[in-house]
């Protein structure tokens, strides 16, 4: 099979969505232990728009900030040529966000290798991999749903399944509350009754809502009309709290959560969408409101590549699909990211790339 001489791929300066720009490079070469990847699909995260727009600038970790770099981190593609016994050629495979994070804890050295920023990103035609930074694709899945699963599949896994023992994956007749309707919530959903949970969500949006049970959501709060969510859930659950929370809001809703966990939950700390800085008023410091319920605060940056792969196992066991909102081509992915900060989608979307 003959390979072009050239790869297109999105650049940003890190200025701003409206100034990326579509370029090409040399079809890179594969060195020992890597392969060369065709890239099929991309799922775009919360985390590219803030890359992108110069936002990305509270991990000290990364190391220098470059000056220009492919953006987006999760991608599926087909292997073309392969220096590493891991792949064959033609083999699909999905990218593992730090391309270093193979097992455990995820270390200061790991956050060098993210893709997508430090390291130049899956937004583009093809790329050399390491092999060891690449997992199997499910053979059930279509490529635009696998490839919103290394980020947001892999996160609501942690959180659910992250503080247990690796191979023992847990969540039957759990109670577990889902902050929004994004791609990591989405995938919390499905992941959490599949694995035997109890639901509540919350959204501004009824229309979202309505969804989110369509996929199984067993409750549903609105937190627009019901500011004071935290006292819907405890309604909801005999005034016991809910087991596991996926924090996706941060300033606004941190608080509130520790109001509604029961007795030694888990509150996971994914997100920032209200604001990275807490807001005026009550000012109780977090060792109090941890103590009070016996609380275990966690904050999440993804998983280690066999947290990934215990994950799609657990995906092939019980056949569900990601849900992607909508799919934008490879020249309009500009409209995607905006798509996306807009924030008006409902779990995933998608850059097809060919």
Request: glycine share 12%; charged share 20%; aromatic share 8%.
């Amino acid at each position: 099979m003959s390979l072009p001489t050239q790869s297109r791929q999105w650049l940003t300066t890190q200025s701003g969505i409206s100034a990326l720009t579509l370029s090409s490079s040399s079809l890179p070469s594969p060195g020992p232990g890597e392969v060369l990847v065709k890239i099929h699909a991309v799922s775009l995260n919360y985390r590219d728009t803030e890359v992108i727009m110069g936002l990305y600038n509270h991990h000290s970790t990364t190391g220098s900030q470059p000056s220009a770099l492919v953006p987006c981190s999760d991608m599926c593609g087909t292997i073309l040529l392969s220096n590493s016994p891991r792949f064959k050629t033609g083999e699909k495979v999905l990218s593992i966000f730090n391309q270093t994070h193979l097992k455990g804890q995820v270390k200061a050295e790991h956050m060098k290798h993210g893709l997508g920023f430090p390291l130049d990103g899956v937004l583009q035609e093809y790329r050399v991999f390491d092999a060891e930074g690449l997992v199997s694709k499910p053979a059930y899945l279509s490529d635009e749903e696998a490839a919103t699963l290394p980020i947001a599949g892999l996160t609501a896994w942690m959180a659910i399944n992250g503080m247990r023992t690796l191979g023992q994956p847990g969540g039957k007749g759990e109670k577990v509350l889902i902050q929004g309707t994004g791609g990591v919530a989405i995938s919390g959903l499905q992941i959490a009754k599949a694995s035997g949970a109890e639901v509540i969500i919350t959204s501004s949006s009824d229309e979202k809502l309505k969804l989110a049970q369509n996929l199984g959501a067993d409750k549903t709060i609105n937190y627009k009309t019901n500011p004071e969510w935290e006292q819907e859930v405890l309604k909801m659950t005999d005034g016991e709290g809910v087991d596991i929370i996926f924090e996706n809001g941060g300033a606004q809703t941190l608080r509130k959560s520790f109001d509604c966990i029961a007795f030694g939950g888990l509150i996971n700390c994914i997100g920032y969408l209200s604001g990275k800085e807490d807001a005026m008023g009550d000012r109780t410091n977090t060792n109090v409101l941890a103590l009070r319920r016996n609380v275990t605060l966690k904050g999440l940056l993804n998983g280690p590549r066999e947290r990934l792969e215990e994950m799609l196992k657990f995906y092939d066991e019980k056949k569900f699909n990601p849900v992607v909102d909508r799919v934008f081509s490879f020249e309009e992915a500009k409209e995607g990211f905006e798509y996306l900060f807009k924030g008006g989608h409902f779990g995933k979307v998608v850059v097809k790339v060919d």
